[in-house]
């Protein structure tokens, strides 16, 4: 081993290692994929299952009464006794040719009902916002894990050499809990944390090169700069934090060639500004950045995260009807914008659209009788949906179920774990197989858990 590292062989065999770790290189799936790209909605704060996916008769018959003993001696945790149980807000109906119920909260979703799979036995660990955001994106509930989004990217590259394969849109009131980690590389290289695209009249900071400079004389200041980091690089044993900037340095520069053009919408008509909802206030935002999602997939972009909802976003602690009225208004039309365009450009079958919070709510009042919470639920880790549409998976269905008052999934449950080990599989990735070596053990995503939910795959 000395002699060999005194010739440089470990050296040079560690380099290659390492740069292949840092390539964005379209890599090679494990198997034929269903999906190419994904568009995770996450919608930030934890949507209420029970009154958006999750139909529960039962929770209208006992309306007002306690939690039932055959449920289990189920607290809330901040008043340390149980509450009355609340049914849902407003009705459901059938939609589609399917007759996938949804909430009357939704006025063009159920447009797309024939193209959504929900998955309603969703379930987690933690009860509290930054942990259970960490499970989501990262399958663990503590920071310093690689995200979905980083994995992705580190098993399948990028198609597009001059885009990111990893893009993040954070939604403009910013506060999401957990911040930054959520969409971090964790351990993997830096190459493949998420870059951030942001709202307004300049999505990409520092973009546009300076008029005085010409693209030649750009070109040159690269190539000097760029002899000097291989340098650099090869004094520091091609550390990695270094790689990483170095490439993300050279990765600006390609996307000034093309990412303009990705985020300019004035190339888009009006009609499909006006089917995501980007002429009404609530919604032209969220509609935007769902625009810009379609628009990055289209040209490649792997994995593209946003989120809808600010420091409070879907927290319905206080009163459902209003906060959820408030977001699905903000919501309705971008995701169901999103889902048809991709239909009519042929590009369903190749994304996989995700919705969904990090968990749902409590079938019960947050607030005693008289109290100011009587109209608001809490934090439920235990059973919440999540909704699926194209890439390879069945639309118009309901996958699972959560006990008859949504409080726990109960029939084909899936765990985080298991919804990213079915994400990847869709991808064309073994979530046993795409593994990184770090501290000496080989690690995933999902740790030593998951399944795929095979009932859901067309």
Same mark, same amino acid.
């Given at each position: ?98 007759? @996938? ?17 929900? @998955? ?67 351990? @993997? ?67 000034q060639s093309s ?32 625009? @810009? ?39 309705d039309k971008p ?38 919470r009587t109209t ?83």
């Amino acid at each position: 081993m000395s002699v060999l590292n005194q010739d440089g062989v470990l050296k040079q065999a560690g380099a290659e290692t390492r740069a292949r770790a840092n390539s964005l290189e379209p890599a090679r799936p494990h198997f034929t994929p269903r999906a190419k790209s994904v568009i995770h909605l996450f919608l930030h704060g934890g949507p209420s299952h029970v009154d958006l996916f999750d139909p529960k008769p039962e929770l209208v018959r006992l309306a007002g009464q306690r939690l039932p003993e055959s449920f289990g001696a189920v607290m809330t945790r901040r008043h340390g006794e149980a509450h009355p149980l609340l049914p849902a807000v407003r009705p459901f109906r059938p939609c589609g040719e399917s007759g @996938l119920p949804l909430s009357t909260f939704w006025q063009h979703l159920p447009g797309c009902a024939d193209e959504l799979c929900i @998955l309603r036995s969703c379930h987690g660990q933690s009860v509290n916002h930054p942990q259970a955001i960490y499970q989501m994106h990262t399958g663990k509930r503590l920071m310093g894990r690689p995200c979905l989004g980083s994995w992705v990217a580190y098993g399948l590259g990028t198609e597009n050499q001059n885009m990111p394969a990893f893009v993040v849109m954070q939604d403009p009131g910013g506060g999401a809990k957990g911040g930054a980690p959520s969409w971090g590389s964790g351990f @993997l290289p830096a190459t493949y944390q998420g870059t951030q695209v942001r709202s307004g009249q300049n999505p990409i900071l520092y973009l546009d090169p300076p008029q005085s400079i010409s693209a030649p004389q750009q070109q040159q200041t690269l190539e000097f700069i760029q002899q000097l980091n291989a340098r650099h690089l090869e004094d520091r044993d091609f550390d990695d934090e270094l790689s990483a900037r170095v490439s993300a340095y050279e990765l600006a520069f390609r996307m000034q060639s093309s990412a303009a053009e990705v985020v300019d919408l004035s190339r888009e008509t009006a009609e499909t500004q006006r089917l995501y909802g980007i002429d009404q206030e609530e919604s032209q935002d969220f509609g935007t950045r769902c625009l @810009l999602a379609r628009r990055m997939v289209e040209r490649g972009v792997r994995f593209v995260l946003l989120y809808l909802g600010d420091n409070e976003g879907w927290d319905a602690h206080a009163n459902v009807e209003k906060n959820h009225r408030k977001m699905t208004d903000r919501a309705d039309k971008p995701i169901t914008g999103l889902i048809q365009d991709l239909r009519r450009r042929g590009l369903l079958d190749d994304t996989l659209v995700v919705f969904g919070g990090e968990f749902g709510r409590m079938p019960m009042s947050e607030g005693r009788p008289g109290s100011k919470r009587t109209t608001g639920r809490d934090h439920n880790p235990w059973g919440f949906s999540v909704g699926l549409a194209g890439g390879g998976v069945r639309g118009g269905i309901a996958y699972g179920a959560t006990d008859p008052v949504g409080l726990r999934a109960e029939k084909d449950k899936v765990h985080i774990h298991d919804l990213h080990a079915t994400i990847l599989h869709l991808l064309g990735m073994d979530h046993e197989q795409l593994t990184y070596l770090h501290n000496g053990r080989h690690e995933r995503l999902t740790d030593v858990a998951g399944r795929v939910a095979e009932g859901i795959l067309s």
